[in-house]
């Protein structure tokens, strides 16, 4: 492996979080027909599935520090443009397919949009972290972190941060600013509001940092080697610390964020020594992964725009095409079996359309 070059680890991980969301996101008989590993823990704690987009995340914490470096981290107006283009595509993509949703359903109430959710999260927290990684000396930037951290904790502690209902000090920030017909329906408070995006950027940063002392050594093995010490520290202090502050990814707690940083520079450590220091680069499973990751955006958003015609519109006698298979399925196997082959059908249907673009060298970058 040539200096510096990058790691094909790094955009199969990628792939495999996207892969990951749509599974988890399109079950077939909903959450009540999940495996217990598929679904969130309901508050505190920690199951697979609240890994993976905090892992897309960790990712890309990683990649805004490759895709920065090509303009030497400075300020310039292409650079801003292309920063500011990005954060806000993810954000208004975001709120153009719930409209899409709603539309399906019957009417678009924008009175009831709700604001924020996993594309503009995704897009608020590119675009502080790529303006922090322009604008702070980046040896600062650990300890920015450890400062958000903290701030979090105390606003958790102070403002009733641990309820789980409207009495949060995230749900009333998120209804004071947003309004509460603005905010997720579904959970209270709001697990991509307004104040949680403290430590979800924060989260972000460190993949930042371990982008930097990536790109800066020079072996792979020396790669390898810090990654297992980044992700052996960050796991080891995010679970000593959950006694004061407990693991919940639906407030992000700042533990949360350190133990899924934690276990993303583990994988991507094991990732790394598998296909690019064994030379699997070829490997047929490589292959499916690097399908999603390489278009991981454009796929993800696909997926959504997918969910009408496929599990919301009724076509096959007052049914939609979900129910109909999800029912075949369920005919000949039990129903959290049938569930989980509902979502990896939906997952192969993805893949196909992203295999199709990647055989056509098609790559939507936003």
């Not at 999940?34 to 890994?51: C, I, N, Q, R």
């Not at 905010?183 to 209270?188: A, D, G, I, P, R």
């Not at 810090?226 to 693991?247: A, D, E, K, S, W």
Request: glycine share 8%; charged share 15%.
């Amino acid at each position: 492996m040539k200096e510096n070059s990058r790691i094909l680890a790094i955009d199969i991980f990628r792939g495999l979080t996207i892969a990951g969301m749509i599974l988890v996101n399109n079950p077939g008989g909903g959450e009540e027909n999940s495996y217990s590993p598929l679904l969130h823990a309901d508050w505190f704690g920690l199951t697979p599935t609240d890994l993976i987009f905090p892992s897309f995340m960790f990712i890309m914490g990683i990649t805004t520090y490759l895709s920065l470096r090509k303009f030497n981290f400075s300020w310039s107006w292409l650079c801003a443009r292309k920063i500011a283009k990005r954060a806000f595509l993810l954000w208004a993509i975001g709120l153009a397919i719930s409209c899409l949703i709603m539309l399906s359903r019957g009417r678009i109430d924008f009175t009831h949009l709700r604001i924020l959710g996993v594309l503009p999260r995704l897009g608020i927290c590119y675009g502080l972290a790529a303006a922090i990684a322009l604008s702070v000396k980046h040896k600062f930037i650990p300890w920015l972190i450890v400062i958000m951290f903290a701030a979090y904790y105390i606003i958790l502690e102070l403002g009733n941060g641990y309820a789980h209902d409207a009495t949060n000090i995230i749900a009333i920030i998120d209804d004071a600013i947003l309004g509460n017909n603005h905010v997720y329906k579904w959970e209270t408070p709001d697990p991509e509001g307004i104040l949680s995006t403290i430590p979800a950027l924060a989260h972000v940063l460190i993949g930042f940092c371990i982008g930097k002392v990536l790109t800066k050594l020079k072996t792979l093995d020396e790669k390898i080697e810090r990654l297992f010490v980044y992700g052996t520290i960050l796991l080891f202090v995010g679970y000593t610390f959950q006694y004061l502050c407990p693991i919940s990814k639906k407030l992000w707690t700042p533990t949360f964020a350190m133990v899924c940083c934690g276990f993303g520079a583990l994988f991507l450590a094991l990732f790394t020594i598998g296909i690019d220091k064994k030379g699997n680069q070829q490997n047929k499973t490589v292959t499916f992964f690097q399908v999603f990751g390489v278009n991981p955006l454009a796929l993800y958003v696909i997926s959504d725009l997918l969910l009408i015609p496929l599990s919301i519109l009724p076509i096959v006698n007052g049914s939609t095409i979900q129910q109909v298979t999800y029912d075949a399925f369920s005919a000949i196997l039990p129903l959290k079996a049938a569930s989980l082959a509902w979502a990896i059908l939906y997952l192969l249907i993805n893949w196909a359309i992203g295999y199709w673009m990647y055989k056509k060298k098609i790559y939507i970058k936003l």
